[in-house]
């Protein structure tokens, strides 16, 4: 079964504000986008990924995530992350009606293709599924069948709002990449320990040398 992903990308100069006393003002923005490019060039490597569409106002973020062969979806004006959600999921279904759909964090630079096509196979199984952070208080990835809303509830303690809502939690050891968002500096070093992205390590690099 081949699935559409949506993934959402926060205007750069806003993202990853967690991150502000591992990387300044300067460089957090170019560390979001490397986390984002990482995520979505393993997810598009994967066989049971057809389309990825990215909702993102930020030019400098679509411009690069499109050339890695996203499709890019405006933000729903003033919505925040919920409605830009369930406005890309609208956008690729008029695409591909009938593919299952599923909301992927865009902070996952340790993300491997084969762990996120298991997730996927599994939350197959579904009308909606979930897959828990690896702080187990948040979300990485949300998925509905075909047909199905997928009602997105994330934001802080979206684990327990997707289980409240419905969705069933998908329990699956041996996925940590696909469970590794990062939002502060102990999950930059938690994912780099799994082994990020080509672009995440070049940014990584580029922050510890202008620290010297
Ligand atoms: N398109 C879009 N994406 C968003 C929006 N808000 C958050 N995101 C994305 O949703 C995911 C989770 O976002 P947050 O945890 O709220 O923000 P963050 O930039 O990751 O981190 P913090 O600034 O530390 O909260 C990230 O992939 C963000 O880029 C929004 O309003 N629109
Ligand atoms: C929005 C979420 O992710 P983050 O950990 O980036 O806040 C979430 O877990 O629902």
Redesign the pocket.
């Known amino acids: 079964m081949q699935w559409s992903l949506v993934v959402p990308v926060k205007t750069l100069a806003r993202a990853k504000s967690r991150l502000s006393d591992t990387a300044d003002d300067a460089v957090r923005p170019d560390l979001a986008l490397a986390f984002a490019l990482d995520t979505v060039a393993a997810a598009l490597a994967g066989p049971a990924v057809a389309d990825v569409a990215v909702v993102t106002d930020d030019p400098r973020a679509g411009r690069e995530l499109a050339a890695l062969g996203a499709r890019v979806v405006a933000d729903e004006p003033g919505g925040g ?1 919920n409605a830009a959600l369930a406005h890309a999921v609208a956008a690729v279904r008029a695409v591909r009606p009938h593919a299952p759909v599923a909301a992927l ?1 865009a ?1 996952l630079p340790a993300l491997r293709p084969t762990e996120l096509t298991r997730v996927l196979e599994n939350a197959a199984e579904f009308p909606r599924a979930f897959l828990p ?1 690896a702080a187990a208080t ?3 990835l949300l998925a509905a069948a075909p047909g199905r809303e997928l009602r997105p509830f ?3 303690g ?1 684990r327990r709002a997707h289980r409240t809502s419905g969705a069933v939690e998908l329990r699956l050891a041996a996925v940590d990449s696909v469970r590794q ?1 990062v ?1 502060t500096g102990a999950d930059l070093r938690a994912a780099l320990a799994l082994g990020v992205g080509p672009r995440t390590a070049a940014a990584v690099a580029r922050l510890l040398i202008a620290e010297q």
């Open positions: 992350l964090n902070d952070d948040g979300t990485t994330f934001g802080p979206s968002d939002d």
